[in-house]
């Protein structure tokens, strides 16, 4: 498969207005992680006590806040801690990145890092993503299929990992969706109400 180019201008352009105090985060970027989905992301790390682990996007910090004994660390641009400004090596990094940074916030990974476990919309798996990826010598180690009932479509968790290209990838599905912590399809993310907070806890 050829490479579809993601022109590094632009790249650098977005890592920009990212960096500007006059950037607002669009609302799609500010979606956070049902706790249960989390949770079983760090399961399937397995992560290690000698493990240096990186939280990109603290948000509501339920990826950091959950990780077992490890060194630790996080970003959040709305505490003033840069993701792009991030340097070293870390063991993992692990989160749910804002869409409308994709690429760029994927390629800042890449420089940290050789294990990844991310969250990705169904719709973001794109043959050119999967291309930079796999070039950089990664190898798709578990692929996990779920659905968060007020979420659009389907997600996917992923695991990339520099490691010996005939290491088999791992698929496994969720066998029911994730629904909101009150256990049922309140209207959460609908209709104009808060994707983060319960419906039935929402006035329209």
């Known amino acids: 498969m050829s490479e579809i180019p993601y022109s590094q201008q632009t790249m650098n352009n977005k890592m920009k207005k990212f960096r500007s105090k006059n950037y607002k985060l669009k609302p799609n970027d500010k979606i956070y992680t049902p706790k249960a989905v989390a949770e079983l992301m760090i399961k399937m790390c397995t992560i290690k006590p000698t493990d240096k682990v990186l939280d990109p996007s603290l948000g509501g910090g339920v990826f950091y806040d959950n990780l077992p004994p490890c060194t630790k660390e996080f ?3 709305e505490k003033g801690i840069d ?5 070293g090596e870390y063991s993992l990094i692990i989160g ?3 869409y409308s940074l994709w690429n760029a916030w994927l ?3 890449m420089e940290l890092t050789n294990k990844l476990c991310f969250l990705w919309g169904i719709m973001n798996f794109t043959h050119h993503r999967m291309n930079r ?4 010598g990664y190898v798709l180690t578990h692929y996990h299929l779920l ?3 007020y979420w659009f479509s389907h997600h996917v968790i992923v695991i990339f990992e520099k490691c010996d290209p005939a290491t088999l990838c791992k698929i496994t599905v969720s066998g029911k969706e994730f629904k909101c912590e009150c256990g049922k399809r309140c209207g959460r993310g609908a209709g104009g109400k808060n994707y983060n ?3 039935n806890l929402q006035k329209i």
């Open 197 to 199: 907070i319960c419906g």
């Open 133 to 136: 990826i796999l070039e950089q």
């Open 147 to 149: 659905k968060v009932s």
């Open 83 to 87: 993701f792009f400004d991030a340097s």
């Open 107 to 109: 390629n800042k990974t």
């Open 75 to 77: 970003c959040e641009i």
């Open 96 to 98: 749910n990145p804002p």
